[in-house]
Structures are given as C-alpha cells and as structure tokens.
C-alpha cells in the first residue's frame, strides 16, 4: 500500500497522488508485482525497496546516482506471542530520498512512524528532507529509551513477584526481556555506527548548516546513551539471572540435603524393628512387652540421630 502526505497549515494531511516535495509512505500488505511497479514510478532501484522487507537487514545507507537508501532498526513489539520468544524485536525501516520526494518503506507498521500521523511530531515538513529525516531518527531514538524503560519498569516487577512466588514463569519472563535486550544492543550499535558514517560522508548533505549539524550530534549523542543504557540493563539482568539461578541451586541443595537427614532418621528405627521381625531369638523377644521396648528403642535411637544431626548443624 502507498500513501501519500504533505505538510499543511501545521498538519499532515493525505493526498490522492503523488506530488513534488510529498512524503511516500509504503506498507504491507502488496499486490504481486506492486514493489516492482513503484520501482518504475517512481525511478528508483528495486533492491532499495526489497532490502528493508528483510527483517535480518543491518543498519546502512547505500547511494546510486542522486538516490539515497537510509536502513535503520527500530523496536517494535514481538507480533508473536509465545513463551519462547522475546517482548520486543527490531525491524528495518528503509528511508529512500530521491529528487523529489522521502519515502519510507518497512515490513510492519511501526510506532516510529505513526509518531507522525498521530500529530506527536512537532516542527517537521517532508519537503525539507533534512530535517523529515532526522526527525526520523530522533523519534526512533527516543522510542528506544521509552522501550527501555518500559522494560525496567517490568523486570522490576518481575523481581518483586519473583521474590514472593519463585514459579517459573517469571524466569521465564525475565528472559524474554534478556532477549529483547540482546536485539537493542545489537541494533543501537549498528545504528550509532550508522549515525557517525553518516555525519562523517554529510550523507544528508548539511555540513554547511550549524543548526543541522548540532542537531544531528545531538542525535547521535542519544544514541549513545540508549546503546549504554541497553547494555546497563543487559548487565543488571544478566547478574539477576545468575543470583536467582545460584539461590535456586542453593534451595535444592538444602531440600536435598534435608530430605536425605530425614531418610537416615527414619532408617534406624526401620533397622530395630526389622531386627525383631527375624525367626531367631533376641532379647526380651519373649516380654510380652517387647514390642513396646521395641518402640521406645527406636524413638531414642532417632533422637539421638537427630541431636547429633543438630550438633553439627547439619539439620
């Protein structure tokens, strides 16, 4: 699907067709041979628009003639809801700029981009392509720390509840966000690296514009900030991990070690009575008080066991 929109009297408002300056906006679902016919339209290379439906594809920029393909990873809720999989993913967002227009294609709708159709975007016009796209990069940006604090917020709640139930659950959930944290690292990284080549090849075309210039510092300043955030977390959760991992090993251990005390104070009292439940003579076989002589050996015996189990604090 391709939509098209324009900056008027402060608002972002769609259009029927494509016009000089407009921001294309592309989106599954697609026809058979739909990319293929945009290619053409709109004078661009096929791969350009192929490329950031890869889910896998990293974040680079590409040229070819006057046309510009920007690749960026941004976070995204995991569409699959299962206990193996992470909360939150990373998916390509493909920003082409050509002559005329900004277009921006990716596989999935992603919150980045509907920032702007929802009017949270302030002081951004697609025909100044600039600015259009660092906005771009801006809010992707600021919606990974969003992310991020959402998975704090939740880790720590996870902790909490861990504390009072220890179920598996939990450790289940604190490594779907071990996960997600794996695809934040990996993808910062590569998007920060993005940021600097960009700056350092003017890929936007703005080395003669102070304000630009600062402002796209400014950008890749929080990128580096997220990406260290990220792995902040990823370290805390991995050390959470490893404590609760040791603590429950430390719990088997003591059931263990208190199941096998109770098994040894049972068998001596087990050992008397088999002792009388032999065809031989044994003493005071013939009281007829024997079997409560029996029972009351067999009390002293355990508690003895279990004295000496106590003195060397073993129970």
């Known amino acids: 699907m391709v939509h098209y929109y324009e900056k008027k009297a402060g608002k972002l408002e769609k259009l029927e067709e494509r016009k000089y300056g407009c921001w294309i906006n592309i989106t599954p679902p697609f026809e058979p041979g739909e990319l293929d016919n945009i290619s053409k339209e709109l004078d661009i290379p096929l791969d350009f628009l192929t490329d950031p439906m890869d ?22 809720l995991n569409p699959v809801e299962l206990e193996s999989y992470s909360f ?23 919150p980045v981009v509907d920032r702007f159709f929802d009017g949270k975007v302030k002081f951004f016009d ?13 809010q992707n940006v600021l919606w990974y720390l969003q992310c991020l604090k959402r998975i704090t917020l939740k880790s720590n709640l996870i902790e909490q509840e ?16 071990e996960k997600s944290l794996v695809y934040f690292v990996n993808s910062l990284s590569a998007n920060e690296l993005l940021m600097m080549k960009m700056k350092r090849t ?48 430390n719990n088997v251990n003591s059931y263990i070690q208190n199941l ?16 009388y439940g032999m065809n031989v003579d044994l003493p005071f076989s013939k009281d007829p008080n024997a079997f409560y002589y029996a029972i009351l050996f067999s009390i002293i015996i355990g508690l003895l066991t279990i004295l000496l189990f106590r003195r060397k604090k073993i129970f």
């Open 260 to 275: 096998t005390v109770i098994t040894i104070v049972l068998m001596v009292p087990t050992l008397v009575s088999s002792f």
């Open 162 to 177: 861990l504390q009072k139930s220890g179920k598996n659950q939990e450790l289940q959930d604190l490594l779907k966000i």
């Open 126 to 138: 697609p025909s100044n392509e600039k600015v259009f796209v660092m906005k771009i990069l801006e």
């Open 55 to 76: 889910i896998d594809e990293r974040s680079r920029y590409e040229k070819e003639d006057d046309i510009r393909l920007i690749i960026i990873n941004l976070p995204i």
């Open 88 to 110: 939150y993913i990373t998916v390509p967002l493909g920003i082409i700029l050509t002559l005329e227009n900004v277009i921006t294609i990716s596989s999935m709708e992603t």
């Open 202 to 249: 003017d890929v936007l075309r703005i080395k003669d514009d102070e304000d630009y210039i600062d402002f796209f510092e400014d950008i890749i300043v929080d990128y580096s900030q997220a990406l260290e955030m990220a792995n902040v977390h990823t370290n805390i959760l991995n050390g959470t991990m490893d404590t609760y991992a040791s603590i429950i090993s």
